[in-house]
């Protein structure tokens, strides 16, 4: 039995989620949860027992001091609950359950079957776990985020795709799928991390993440420095194709396919859809919208956790 003491009672909560490792290309997806619960200061309620999942010849503890004396912390997954505030401009609140781990090594089943636990005990409405891959997107373009989900009704109200891909997977595949058949609607975001710069962090695949995860909830999240570090991570990888002309010209022919295969979004609904954002965002924050761009297309190794998974 899950015992949650001291949390209190939740309005609307939807959990979001996101792990470290092979669902979690530049870091993108775990900043991104990292971020929320910075930005609104969330407390940790809970963490599964590290001995439970992980072998700790792959993810090491760590050693630290706190004022001189020496304290170890194991690798595991840890929830937190934060409020937030809707994006309509009538003071409307939510809250947010954030989970923010590391892939667990062993008993995925089990260790879904926890945060399904604690997901049923705290009354969750929607799941939503963030992830990132590799693919041939250029970085000079924004960056791709698709939405999937395996429940056609869920697909149709909040405008997702509807999961088609067959092949290996990861957690986030796993979680997705252990929620499909609890009976607890739940969705993935992904972010498509340009294959020649992979190295994290990747805080303009982080942004992108956050955005669509705004639209999605409709909530305003806070971006902080986000925005900026995103603008000198793309000047930077700027100066480094320019010092090679072979990257310079495949990062040329990556930009050429990607705007040929966009022509047919400069519609006007999707240029309605981008001022609607800006408008809701400009009432809370006068933050300028950030495109989130159209569903990645890989053929990478992390293509195992395709947007369609």
Known sequence: MIE??????????????????WNDAGDAASTAVGHLEREWKGEVFAALDAEDYYDFQVNRPQVWLDGGVRKVTWPTTRLSVVRVESADGKGRQRDLVLVR????????????????GFAHELGVELVVVMGALLGDTPHTR??????????????????????????PTGIVGILQEACTHAGVPAASL????????????NPKATLALLNRLEDLLEVRI??????EDARAWQLGVDQLA????????????????RDTAELPEASG?????????YLRRRSGSARPPKPTGDPPRTESPDDSEDPDD
């Open 4 to 21: 949650l003491e001291g949390v209190p009672e939740l309005v609307d909560p939807v959990m979001v989620a996101a792990f470290e490792g």
């Open 222 to 227: 806070p971006m902080g420095e986000l925005p």
């Open 101 to 116: 781990g590391i892939e667990p090594s062993m008993r995925w089943r089990s260790f879904c079957n926890e945060i399904l």
């Open 190 to 201: 992904w972010a498509a991390v340009p294959h020649y710069v992979s190295q994290p962090p």
């Open 142 to 167: 924004p960056v791709p985020v698709s939405g999937v989900t395996s429940d056609p009704d869920l697909a149709r109200t909040m405008q997702l795709e509807e999961s088609r891909y067959e092949g």
């Open 269 to 277: 609904e999707a240029i309605a859809k981008e001022f609607e954002r």
């Open 242 to 257: 320019a010092e090679d002309s072979e990257v310079a010209e495949y990062v040329q022919s990556l930009e050429e396919a």
